[in-house]
């Protein structure tokens, strides 16, 4: 099992510009979530999904918009990034319920010049 | 609204020593569950232990327990016999009853010989 992966690792962009970040998971997992870490601020939750055509807002919702077209896939977007979406993203899934781990991906790291 | 804190920046300790790395939640819910997460420098998430909230018993993994005090609202990570691999910054973080996980600003644990 490859458990969860994230592409692209790195990437950067021109304010402006937009891009998707692809998560995916081979576990058969209900729930993924997505994750922003910046420095001195933990990760702080952007979307989330809790099954196949479902999504929701995080904490940190703004600038983002995300799909859950197929239970393996979560689809992040940033339309028109900009220099504060600097960051390193993650990527995660579970099963249902509050007992259960999250799996992370590797994370991707995008800078916005 | 719920918080995890987590107090300590960074923390020393010596090689073969215990070390207490400390948590405090907030949160009015009554089914809550805690996890502690381990970041190296290479970036990835590793999960260490879980507790309950409605676990009688400390949560325990080999070297790693929790040390799990509800009145207080307290989640201690206790690593034994520390290990140089061991030096990382270590997440306290809560997942409520929605299944989203609120995470603290983490520890820097560093390991000396």
């Known amino acids: 099992n490859a458990g969860v992966t994230q592409t692209p690792k790195f990437r950067v962009l021109k304010t402006g510009q937009s891009m998707t970040l692809l998560c995916a998971q081979d576990?058969?997992?209900?729930?993924m979530y997505w994750y922003r870490q910046d420095p001195g601020m933990g990760l702080r939750l952007i979307h989330y999904s809790v099954g196949e055509g479902t999504t929701a807002k995080g904490e940190v919702p703004d600038g983002y918009n995300v799909s859950r077209l197929k239970k393996q896939n979560f689809l992040l977007g940033l339309e028109s990034a900009a220099p504060s979406q600097t960051s390193v993203y993650f990527c995660?899934?579970?099963?249902w319920g509050s007992g259960n781990e999250q799996f992370f991906g590797p994370g991707t790291r995008l800078t916005v010049l | 609204a719920q918080k995890i804190t987590q107090t300590q920046p960074g923390m020393f300790v010596q090689e073969k020593e215990a070390v207490t790395l400390d948590c405090t939640y907030d949160?009015?819910?009554?089914?809550?569950?805690l996890f502690w997460y381990k970041q190296p420098s290479s970036g990835e998430m590793i999960f260490l232990i879980y507790?309950?909230?409605?676990?009688?018993q400390n949560a325990t993994e080999g070297r790693y327990s929790l040390n799990f005090q509800k009145a207080r609202k307290s989640a201690n990570l206790v690593i034994s016999a520390s290990q140089l691999g061991d030096s990382a910054m270590y997440f306290c973080a809560m997942r409520d009853s929605t299944d989203k996980l609120i995470f603290g600003t983490g520890t820097r644990l560093q390991v000396f010989p």
């Open positions: 949160t009015s819910d009554p089914s809550y569950g």
């Open positions: 507790q309950g909230s409605y676990d009688q």
């Open positions: 576990m058969n997992h209900e729930y």
């Open positions: 995660a899934s579970s099963y």
